[in-house]
């Protein structure tokens, strides 16, 4: 069993930068994927970004350039860096882990955060 608690989230605007921490419970952090997705009202959760065990990385096309998953297996946490957010990006960001490796599908993790709010304003 994992518990993820999430961090971080709040309003900003346009330009601006946010960063979001994931800390999770249980044993066993580094063996798992951890993957960030968000979700705006009305719309289907979306793969944001995953890091892999071994810090291999992945973004989705929208936020390449602009987001960066980090990882520290020694403080069982993930962060997503958000730089230059744009209004669009406003969502519930969440956190999950996969055992193995990440992917950009929701229903292959296994475990999730309770989510936190990213508003940007124009």
């Known amino acids: 069993q994992v518990r993820l608690v999430e961090s971080g989230g709040g309003s900003v605007q346009a330009g601006g930068s946010l960063r979001l921490s994931c800390t999770a419970s249980?044993?066993?952090?580094?063996?798992?994927?951890m993957g960030w997705f968000r979700q705006a009202p009305g719309k289907e959760r979306d793969f944001v970004a995953g890091?892999?065990?071994?810090?291999?990385?992945g973004y989705a096309d929208f936020v390449k350039g602009r987001f960066t998953i980090s990882r520290d297996n020694a403080k069982d946490t993930v962060v997503l860096q958000m730089n230059s957010l744009k209004p669009e990006d406003t969502a519930v960001y969440y956190c999950?882990?996969?055992?193995?490796?990440?992917?950009?599908?929701?229903?292959?993790?296994?475990?999730w955060g309770q989510g936190t709010q990213v508003t940007v304003s124009s």
């Open positions: 999950a882990a996969v055992w193995g490796t990440y992917g950009t599908r929701a229903s292959s993790y296994d475990y």
């Open positions: 249980g044993r066993t952090f580094d063996s798992y994927g």
């Open positions: 890091i892999g065990r071994s810090g291999g990385v």
